[in-house]
């Protein structure tokens, strides 16, 4: 096997392990357990010895994140990364491994998450409510009660009332996630709804009602990317790290200047125009939906459709998000409906690998229109109230 060196060429990164833990309800296990049983599994997907893993990265869990899960696992990294910035925190980190690979730093690179957030909550060990926290900038909104939901809905509001979005439209992300979900056998979520059953739910917060929001679930995810010399050990068909970008917008709502552009606008910029590749060219996005605007206003700022135009690109009566749509979105569901434990970044890498390998049951398996399978993806995550985004562009090998 050969190993970086300090001058050593620039060197392409693969993704060649993917896998989720249990996921769902998961009512006996720890995080901790969560951790390792993703990596355990991630690891013999790729068919690599542990002993080449000499990347580590963690963020969520221990007082040392990620020292104390790497001792878990009984691995002893060279390189660590414990970037925290929410949902996008996976996206971010895959950029950062790509980079090491690329200089040499580390040679493969193990990304590995694992949450019981709802276990926590039925066991009473946490509220449903857990505060980000009163000190800092978020001292002058904590008073006033502005919750991580009413952050999003105020930036829903403004999207509605600026480019007459409406309900009806946002429920149709819901309906199209459920409905691939549905063909998902590891989705927690997998009964059909429709706009009604959307709109008519419990109001969270206006306007979203329940079935707006991410579900809550327990479960783990872990990716392994390497070096390309590593690519021919493996057991797994490679799936490229084309692009990456990172943006950080706000944490204070008054400093954000537009309710209506996420971050994902210079981080998609910045991914698309690092792998040479356009929007267009994209066979399916798996994108960060603890919201249902979330998606809607990520496709647009991703350039998927125009600003604005996003209530009508994501319709259900034309059916562009399912998994034989014209632009498959959330393939397995999403947060929406399959599973979202918390920082649901790293789920959205694996459902993209799963789709550009193929494999996949003929239900689940995105094709492009001549049948054969997909060749680009895009996942975008998103952290804190739209605070942080991170996009990759991979391609199958």
């Known amino acids: 096997m050969t190993h970086a060196t300090p001058g050593h060429s620039r060197r392409k990164a693969a993704v060649v392990g993917v896998s989720l833990s249990g996921c769902g309800r998961v009512d006996e296990a720890t995080p901790y357990a969560l951790h390792a049983q993703a990596a355990r599994r991630a690891l013999a997907d790729s068919g690599l010895d542990r002993s080449v893993i000499d990347g580590f990265a963690s963020a969520g869990l221990g007082t040392l994140a990620p020292v104390e899960v790497a001792e878990y696992l009984g691995l002893r990294p060279t390189w660590v990364d414990s970037t925290s910035v929410g949902g996008s925190t996976w996206e971010v980190m895959t950029a950062h491994a790509a980079d090491a690979i690329a200089a040499g730093h580390a040679n493969a690179v193990l990304l590995v998450y694992g949450s019981t957030a709802r276990a926590d909550i039925r066991a009473g060990r946490r509220t449903g409510t857990l505060s980000f926290?009163?000190?800092?900038?978020l001292q002058f909104e904590a008073p006033y009660g502005h919750t991580l939901i009413a952050k999003y809905a105020m930036a829903a509001r403004r999207h509605m009332h600026t480019y007459g979005t409406t309900l009806e439209q946002?429920?149709?992300?819901?309906?199209?996630?459920?409905?691939?979900?549905?063909?998902?056998?590891?989705?927690?979520?997998?009964?059909?709804?429709?706009?009604?059953?959307?709109?008519?739910?419990?109001?969270?917060?206006?306007?979203?009602?329940?079935?707006?929001?991410?579900?809550?679930?327990?479960?783990?995810?872990?990716?392994?990317?390497?070096?390309?010399?590593?690519?021919?050990?493996?057991?797994t068909a490679p799936v490229w790290v084309l692009g990456t970008g990172e943006h950080v917008s706000h944490t204070t709502m008054s400093e954000w200047p537009d309710f209506t552009v996420s971050p994902a606008a210079v981080s998609g910029r910045l991914a698309f125009e690092r792998a040479g590749v356009r929007p267009a060219e994209i066979d399916f996005a798996e994108i960060y939906d603890a919201f249902t605007y979330m998606t809607l206003v990520t496709l647009e700022d991703l350039g998927f459709c125009?600003?604005?135009?996003?209530?009508?690109?994501?319709?259900?009566?034309?059916?562009?998000?399912?998994?034989?749509?014209?632009?498959?979105?959330?393939?397995?569901?999403?947060?929406?409906?399959?599973?979202?434990?918390?920082?649901?970044?790293?789920?959205?890498?694996?459902?993209?690998?799963?789709?550009?390998?193929?494999?996949?049951?003929?239900?689940?398996?995105?094709?492009?229109?001549?049948?054969?399978?997909?060749?680009?993806?895009?996942?975008?995550?998103?952290?804190?109230?739209?605070?942080?985004?991170?996009?990759?562009?991979?391609?199958?090998?």
């Open 133 to 137: 926290g009163a000190r800092g900038p």
């Open 170 to 235: 946002l429920a149709s992300v819901a309906v199209q996630a459920r409905a691939n979900a549905a063909r998902n056998p590891e989705a927690m979520f997998r009964e059909p709804v429709t706009v009604d059953d959307v709109l008519s739910g419990p109001m969270i917060a206006d306007p979203f009602t329940k079935l707006h929001c991410c579900i809550r679930s327990d479960g783990g995810a872990a990716v392994l990317l390497v070096a390309e010399e590593y690519v021919r050990d493996c057991r």
């Open 306 to 397: 125009a600003k604005g135009e996003g209530g009508a690109f994501v319709d259900a009566a034309k059916g562009r998000l399912l998994v034989g749509g014209e632009l498959p979105v959330n393939t397995d569901g999403g947060g929406l409906s399959a599973q979202h434990p918390g920082m649901r970044g790293l789920f959205l890498l694996v459902e993209a690998v799963r789709q550009l390998r193929g494999g996949l049951p003929e239900e689940r398996q995105v094709r492009r229109p001549d049948g054969t399978l997909p060749e680009l993806a895009v996942a975008s995550g998103t952290g804190g109230w739209f605070c942080s985004s991170g996009t990759v562009v991979l391609g199958r090998g």
